[in-house]
């Protein structure tokens, strides 16, 4: 991610089977070295959260902050104003 300063926002699920847990240690020092990646790491969400069709995996709550943080991030690219409220904290 050298080089880039556009906003990068990396959502994952703690539960990913497919993103061994020292990946997503090593993504999480990212944020304080770049200060326009955000990384949010959700507990118990696995692979696939976002998928309405996968009843297991689908976690409404992570979706809607994932949605949300989209939003947000084109709308601000846009020079919209965006609630603080969506920028930025996880909570889950």
């Known amino acids: 991610m050298i080089g880039v300063g ?10 990913d089977h497919r ?3 020292e990946v997503l240690d090593a993504y ?11 990384v949010h790491i959700f507990p118990g969400v696995l692979r696939g959260y976002m998928m309405r069709g996968s009843p297991k995996a689908f976690h409404p709550v992570a979706h809607e902050f994932s949605m949300s943080r989209a939003l947000a991030i084109l709308d601000d690219l846009k020079g919209g104003h965006v609630p603080q409220s969506l920028r930025y904290g996880s909570k889950i």
Do not use: A, H, Q, T
Not at 28 to 38: A, C, Q, T, Y
């Open 6 to 15: 556009e906003p990068v926002c990396i959502i994952w699920g703690d539960l």
């Open 19 to 21: 993103v061994p847990l």
């Open 28 to 38: 999480r020092k990212i944020p304080s070295r770049m200060k326009n990646v955000e």
